[in-house]
């Protein structure tokens, strides 16, 4: 199956998992890039509450057109429980050229599993399978078997 990694990350956790899901899906890979400050303490508080008020921001770096893709995995860090601006600023702009899509995001552990959901009920599709990747499964190296389960639970959905 043909598939692209679409992705944002601010401190590149996001980023990590990304290749490592592109690696072992022999996948394209796609970064969002937001070019607004989202560093420092000031970058910090925006960006939580344009994630909460729903904002759409400006995104640059794409390359790849989804509809040339089987598959479509997206992920995004949560903020204030809900999804970046970049990542739903990519979904709103490009969701009809999706087929079918898995998700994923990093979290530190609080409002995942919501706001998986609402990156679902943006594409209006139902994923083929969804994950979370906490903080501390990289200190706990976790991260390549969740990796693995995702890859399984999307090769066995699809
Ligand atoms: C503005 C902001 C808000 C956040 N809000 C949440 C949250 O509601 N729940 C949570 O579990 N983690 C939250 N986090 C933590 C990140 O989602 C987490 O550290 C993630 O791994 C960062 O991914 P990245 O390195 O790809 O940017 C927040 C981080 C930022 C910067």
Redesign the pocket.
């Known amino acids: 199956m043909k598939s692209l990694i679409v992705?944002?990350?601010?401190?590149?956790?996001?980023?990590?998992?990304a290749e490592l899901i592109a690696k072992s899906l022999n996948a394209d890979l796609d970064e969002i890039i937001d070019p607004k400050k989202?560093l420092g303490i000031f970058g910090?508080?925006k960006?939580?509450y344009e994630?909460t008020m729903k904002k759409l921001t400006e995104i640059k770096g794409i390359e790849k057109d989804p509809s040339d893709y089987k598959l479509l995995v997206l992920g995004?860090?949560?903020?204030?429980?809900?999804m970046t601006p970049a990542l739903r600023t990519y979904i709103t702009r490009y969701k009809e050229k999706f087929s079918k899509i898995a998700i994923f995001?990093?979290?530190?552990?609080?409002?995942?599993e919501q706001?998986l959901d609402s990156i679902a009920e943006l594409c209006n599709k139902k994923p083929v399978a969804m994950k979370v990747?906490?903080?501390k499964d990289f200190e706990q190296n976790f991260v390549e078997n969740k990796v693995e389960q995702f890859v399984n639970a999307i090769k066995s959905n699809f």
Not at 7 to 17: A, L, S, V
Not at 76 to 82: F, L, V
Not at 105 to 112: I, L
């Open positions: 992705f944002y990350t601010r401190t590149g956790n996001t980023k990590k998992i989202r910090f508080l960006a939580g994630a995004s860090p949560i903020w204030n429980k809900r995001c990093s979290a530190g552990g609080r409002g995942e706001m990747f906490l903080d």
